[in-house]
C-alpha cells in the first residue's frame, strides 16, 4: 500500500477531479503520487483482458499510469504534474476518431 512519509494533506489544498471525485494534493504532486496518496491504484485497464492496472515504476518507463487528463488520453499520470482543476479519468482503451 502506499502512505506519504508525512501524513496528511493541508488545508486549502489544490483538488483534481478523478472519476467525479474530488482529490485533495500537495503541491509538486506527480498526477499518479496524488492518486495513490488518495487510496486510488488502479488508473487503467488492460487492453487483453481488462484487468486492473496501476503504477508501477513511477518514471515513464513502464507505461502503467496511462489516464485521460482533460480529454486527452494516453497520458503518463507518473510523468504529469498534479494541477488544481484537472479533470482525470480511467484509461479504459482507445477511443474511435470520426
Not at 484537472?86 to 482507445?94: E, I, N, P
Amino acid at each position: 500500500m502506499f502512505r506519504r512519509i508525512e501524513p496528511g494533506t493541508p488545508e486549502q489544498s489544490p483538488t483534481v477531479s478523478f472519476e467525479g471525485r474530488q482529490i485533495a494534493f500537495r503541491p509538486g504532486d506527480s498526477l499518479a503520487a496524488a492518486l495513490l496518496a488518495a487510496g486510488i491504484s488502479a488508473l487503467r485497464q488492460s487492453p487483453v483482458d481488462a484487468s486492473p492496472r496501476a503504477p508501477y515504476c513511477m518514471m515513464g518507463v513502464c507505461f502503467e499510469c496511462l489516464v485521460e487528463i482533460d480529454g486527452r488520453q494516453n497520458q503518463q499520470a507518473c510523468l504529469t504534474p498534479a494541477q488544481d482543476g484537472m479533470v482525470v479519468h480511467r484509461q479504459t482503451g482507445a477511443r474511435q476518431l470520426p
